[in-house]
């Protein structure tokens, strides 16, 4: 027979051990991150991030999901599964046009969407599973498809402008300058009567000595190669 009290006793050891347990596994959890809001132009393909962070290693055994919600609705469409391969969606809105741009091995779940239009506007989610790793935040990222407007394109040509052509065109015009100012320098110098400057006095007159130096220095080469063949 068991001592009075003993079943009693036992009931808190039992629900100790459950508690423990629940700890254990709620600490097993994914850390999931992605971008709240994103912003995109039709034709121009997006990115959605999904960075998660995981205690457990990585295995064949993880999986990742990506829902969509169009806007006002709560029916969602699965677009894209992965484990171990792709799977993205073959049917639905995003049929042929979501591709996997992730590493599950860095902690990157993200994928892309190709020619998006205004109608994917609406909130996708990324859902990751490392088992025993499997319990987590369920992020949602807010996707907003626009036309890319006239002032935005303006505003590209203008940057363009700013950094290719602006300089050369004042190379050319630096250019232009110092050609028109060395044409009237000469045509000035070619005038009757004309008298040089100081400046242009003293540098006529620093050439010239530069000349002279220079046929100085020929000169006596030439006397030291003619008093070596002499000797010979």
């Known amino acids: 027979m068991q001592p009075p009290g003993a079943a009693g006793g036992r009931a808190p050891l039992v629900l100790l051990g459950v508690l423990l347990l629940r700890g254990v596994h709620t600490a097993l ?14 034709g121009e393909k997006i990115k959605l991030k999904c960075i998660f962070k995981s205690t457990s ?42 591709s996997w741009v992730g590493d599950v091995y860095k902690g990157d779940a993200s994928i892309s969407i190709s020619n998006p239009t205004t ?5 996708f989610s990324c859902a990751v599973k490392n088992p025993p790793d499997v319990h987590h935040n369920i992020p949602v990222t807010e996707l907003t498809v626009t036309e890319r407007g006239f002032g935005t394109m303006l505003s590209s040509v203008a940057l363009l ?27 000035k110098r070619g005038r009757p009567g004309y008298k040089k400057s100081s400046i242009e006095v003293s540098d006529d007159t620093d050439q010239e000595e530069d000349d002279c130096m220079a046929r100085l220095c020929v000169r006596c080469a030439e006397c030291l190669d003619s008093d070596y063949e002499d000797t010979y």
């Open 29 to 42: 959890t994914l850390e999931i991150k992605v971008d709240a809001h994103v912003r995109g132009y039709v």
């Open 161 to 187: 402008s700013i950094l290719v052509f602006v300089p050369s065109a004042v190379v050319a015009l630096l250019l232009l300058v110092r050609m028109a100012r060395k044409s009237a320098g000469l045509r």
């Open 57 to 98: 290693s990585v295995t064949d055994k993880l999986t990742i999901d990506w829902t969509y919600r169009p806007p006002g609705s709560s029916r969602t469409e699965s677009i894209f599964h992965y484990q171990s391969f792709q799977y993205p969606s073959t049917a639905g809105t995003f049929r042929d046009r979501i």
């Open 119 to 123: 109608r994917d506007n609406g909130t």
